[in-house]
């Protein structure tokens, strides 16, 4: 790739990854109840299940998927489903008292997270319809978009997941604290129904 091709990249990609999608606002969540260390597991899974599906669709996942939209229909539902479980999963009590839950996002939330992620698909058929040029080696540029893009995973994970450990430190009311997880969790499931909606509605 020349320099003007990852400028390209980055002028598309940066603001696509960076911007408050469902991935985002839970790294953010993960990292104001459990801080930056208890995220490490949701997103190293989250992180690696990305770029795996950036590998396949890179290498011939993406036109099939073209072929088949009704499989993308099915990705979007379910995931908006899953989005809606996250945000109640943040916020739902604990059966054995009656302060929020200190359950945590798992790896296995990371992972399953991505392969329904709508967004993450749709930036990754996005990014190989414009990036690939069919008069070059096909396997070096996939190889090459998919480097760029687990650099870029990567600063945009620790990005919001240190950004919610932060503002977990300088909120410590009791009270603020409750109503800041009451204000992503609600953010993540409007998201969800958001989704939910052009599935069942668009």
Known sequence: MT????????GLMIPLMLSPGPSNIICAMSGLK???VGSVPFVI?????FNLIALMVGFGLGEVL??????IMMLKFLGALYII???????RPNKASKLISKNTYTALDGAVLQVLNPKAWTMLLTMFSVFLDQSQ??????????????????FAHLAWVTG????????????IVMRV????ATSLCLVGLWLLSGVLFG
Not at 45 to 49: E, F, G, L, T
Not at 66 to 71: G, K, V
Not at 137 to 154: A, G, K, M, R
Request: aromatic share 18%; net charge neutral; with cysteine.
């Open 3 to 10: 320099i003007d091709h990852i400028l390209l990249w980055c």
């Open 34 to 36: 459990q801080g930056v």
């Open 45 to 49: 899974a989250s992180i690696i299940v």
């Open 66 to 71: 073209a072929y088949y939209p009704n499989i």
């Open 85 to 91: 479980y996250l945000s109640y999963k943040f916020i």
């Open 137 to 154: 080696d096909h396997t070096t540029q996939v190889l090459n978009l998919v480097l760029l893009l687990f650099i870029l995973d990567i």
């Open 164 to 175: 919610g450990a932060s503002l977990a430190k300088w909120t410590k009311n009791p009270t």
């Open 181 to 184: 997880n009451y204000f992503f």
